[in-house]
């Protein structure tokens, strides 16, 4: 199984601030068509998770642009220009190369 | 707007089996361009998936995750366009808040990710 590491289990963050979560996997999410299946999410309290950006990079469907990702191979971030009060919420990458699909720890932003 | 409604018991008594529906809005359960799966999240395993299905070829493909693979079942429902999760043997162990999700994709062409989830489900397990 690829295991997906987020090192940071807390983020305290300063609204309008900028900030950075990193994932890592235990083997490249390259796939041989071109694409890294590198996802992110976010869970904000009590809801499931919502799709933020996938393929490392692509933001999903009303998602704000200060969110972005970056990253290949092994390593990946999510980053937030600006924060705002509304992004607090555990954040998880998940990998979608190969089953069994499997997700991050997490890392819990909340605002200082 | 697709979305996924579960429904399904809060209790099971350990050594039963498990079930749960997730009824689908705004998409087929049978489409090209999905697959739909369950995961489950708890405090000591986090994020968990469990499997997927999906319509591919004019068949049903099943992938099974590890921790589970003996003990799982998804089934599709064509006629209610719904599918289900079936977990034999449970135990304390299996206690977890459980999601049905949508993969919106189409094999190795394209892919959008996790972009669907139920409203989860709280289950527990009592012994």
């Known amino acids: 199984d690829i295991v997906m590491t987020q090192s940071s289990l807390s983020l305290p963050v300063t609204p309008g601030e900028p900030a950075s979560i990193s994932c890592r996997s235990s083997?490249?999410?390259?796939?041989?068509?071109?694409?890294?299946?590198l996802d992110w999410y976010l869970q904000k309290p009590g809801q499931s998770p919502q799709l933020l950006i996938y393929?490392?990079?692509n933001r999903a469907s009303g998602v704000p642009d200060r969110f972005s990702g970056s990253g290949s191979g092994t390593d990946f971030t999510l980053q937030i220009s600006r924060v705002e009060a509304e992004d607090v919420g555990v954040y998880y990458c998940?990998?979608?190369?190969?089953?069994?699909?499997?997700f991050g720890g997490g890392t819990k932003v909340e605002i200082k | 707007q697709v979305q996924l409604q579960q429904s399904g018991p809060g209790l099971v008594k350990a050594s039963q089996t498990l079930s749960l529906t997730c009824a689908i809005a705004g998409d087929s359960v049978s489409t090209i361009n999905g697959a739909w799966h369950w995961i489950r999240q708890s405090p000591s395993r986090g994020l968990e998936w469990l499997g997927r299905t999906y319509y591919n070829s004019k068949k049903w493909v099943y992938d099974y995750g590890g921790s589970v693979k003996s003990r799982i079942t998804i089934n599709p429902d064509t006629s209610k366009n719904q599918f289900s999760l079936h977990l034999n043997s449970v135990s304390p162990e299996d206690t977890a808040i459980y999601y049905c999700?949508?993969?919106?994709?189409?094999?190795?062409?394209?892919?959008?990710?996790?972009?669907?989830w139920g409203q989860g489900t709280t289950v527990t397990v009592s012994s």
């Open positions: 998940m990998q979608a190369l190969q089953t069994p699909l499997t």
């Open positions: 999700a949508r993969t919106h994709s189409r094999g190795w062409s394209w892919y959008n990710g996790m972009d669907v």
């Open positions: 083997q490249s999410l390259l796939h041989g068509n071109g694409n890294t299946y």
């Open positions: 393929l490392v990079s």
